[in-house]
């Protein structure tokens, strides 16, 4: 196995701060991976089919909302799902969550999201009622199962555990005002100011919490670095201040708390931004690695959509979702090359960490740009749709965001067979630490 590009003594000795002999077979995360794409897929096609009532400005439309839920409930967290499956055991080191749980929850999660959205589409409440709460079961059985995998990991309690922790608490909290607002829906007392929170919080403090937590060990990963200060919880705390704000707002009617929140947010995305810079700059690996492009793509979004919040609430929503989604493409790019390493890896001899080095030579340079730069312009096309009440746009977009995934997926799959076609090498880091490497941040 060929070592990156002029890799040098101290990336050779670059030790990462987790314990992949626990990360559990490529078969638990990635079918979450490929249903996520899908619901992506079909969100984005959704909306252009509805693009006259987008660009109009009727957001409350049957086929728009039926596209938010796709790309929240759909892609995002079925994605960021897949994820903690891999990823908490690897970092807690804990063991991993037994296959059939994740293929169970899974399964309920996805038929429950189809039930939802086909009886919303249809307007048969009852088949969106049984879609609602397979949903719920779903997702508490993730947030339970997720947090006490956490809770007994022996690992120093740091911004990481508290990022997932809060992570899991928005999640659950999402999910139970969705569901209190469907209840209200049905006896006709719908609330603007539920809708509002109920996005903040899947927004500010489901998907960017633990984006926000897990960027704590994926970008010093990326960079061979460390992530180490005060400044790591910048992000986290000010991002729960946010929500805090926006609830104080909507529950005691506090002036000033939207300013407040968006204040918060905006603080927290910059902050994000300045933390990420620091890591780069005192990484060690021997090029820059393009992920970049959509960690910084995605944080830059989001701090626009805190701005927008006061000018525009359905333009700062089309910002919120175009982050995360260019955040989790971006870190997908780099996590699926990882699992196909890692299998790789545990067929050959040597230590671990090898899969480390190993992924990066599979990983795609050109799959990250495609995402960090066409997803933006994908959001600035969709602003103008609203904007300028142009359909076209919109389908622009949409066609922009399906080219960027194809090119995306198509550019990582061609990488990971051109590095497994190689012939294995002896990639070692300068010692074997053993099974477990130093778990601290």
């Known amino acids: 196995m060929e070592r990156p590009p002029n890799a040098g003594p101290s990336a050779r000795r670059y030790q990462p701060s987790v314990n992949i ?13 490929v249903a996520g794409w899908g619901f992506l897929i079909w969100a984005v096609w959704e909306l252009a089919a509805a693009r006259a009532s987008f660009a109009g400005g009727v957001f409350g439309a049957l086929p728009v909302v039926a596209a938010v839920h796709g790309v929240t409930l759909g892609f995002l967290t079925l994605t960021m799902t897949g994820f903690l499956y891999q990823w908490i055991p690897v970092v807690f080191d804990v063991p991993p969550l037994p296959r059939w749980f994740s293929w169970s929850e899974g399964a309920v999660h996805t038929l429950g999201l189809l039930m939802f959205l086909d009886g919303w589409l249809a307007g048969v409440p009852g088949r969106m009622a049984v879609g609602g709460a397979l949903l719920s079961v779903a997702l508490l059985a993730l947030a339970v199962a997720a947090g006490m995998r956490v809770a007994e990991s022996r690992r120093p309690r740091d911004t990481v555990t508290a990022a997932v922790a809060l ?17 209200g829906l049905a006896e006709g007392q719908a609330s603007l100011g539920w809708l509002a929170l109920h996005i903040s919080v899947a927004l500010a403090a489901w998907v960017a919490t633990l984006v926000s937590g897990v960027q704590l060990k994926l970008v010093p990963m990326f960079s061979m670095s460390r992530a180490a200060g005060r400044l790591t919880a910048l992000p986290l705390v000010f991002l729960w201040l946010g929500v805090g704000a926006a609830a104080a707002g909507h529950w005691l009617s506090i002036p000033g708390t939207l300013i407040t929140a968006t204040v918060f947010w905006f603080v927290a995305a910059v ?14 690996a021997p090029e820059a690695d393009t992920v970049f492009v959509t960690v910084i793509a995605g944080w830059g979004l989001w701090a626009m959509a805190a701005v927008l919040i006061l000018v525009s609430a359905p333009l700062a929503v089309i910002a919120a979702l175009g982050g995360g989604i260019v955040m989790v493409l971006g870190y997908q790019a ?51 749709a609203v904007a300028r009440h142009q359909g076209g746009y919109v389908l622009s977009a949409v066609f922009l965001v399906t080219a960027a995934w194809v090119g995306s997926t198509g550019s990582m799959a061609a990488a990971a067979v051109r590095a497994r076609r190689r ?4 990639v070692t880091p300068a010692h074997d630490a053993g099974s477990a490497v130093d778990l601290d941040q």
């Open 21 to 33: 002999t626990r990360a559990p077979a490529a078969s638990v995360p990635l079918p979450f991976m």
């Open 334 to 384: 780099r996590l699926a090359p990882f699992m196909v390493a890692l299998a790789s890896a545990r067929r050959l001899p040597g230590p671990p960490e090898k899969a480390f080095f190993m992924a990066r030579s599979m990983g795609s340079r050109l799959a990250p740009l495609l995402t960090g730069y066409g997803m933006p312009l994908a959001v600035a096309l969709l602003m103008l």
């Open 423 to 426: 012939q294995p090498g002896p």
């Open 271 to 284: 902050g994000a931004l300045v933390l990420i810079t620091r890591i780069r700059r005192a990484g060690k």
């Open 167 to 183: 992570s899991l608490v928005g999640l659950t909290a999402t999910w139970v005002m969705g569901l209190l607002m469907a209840i």
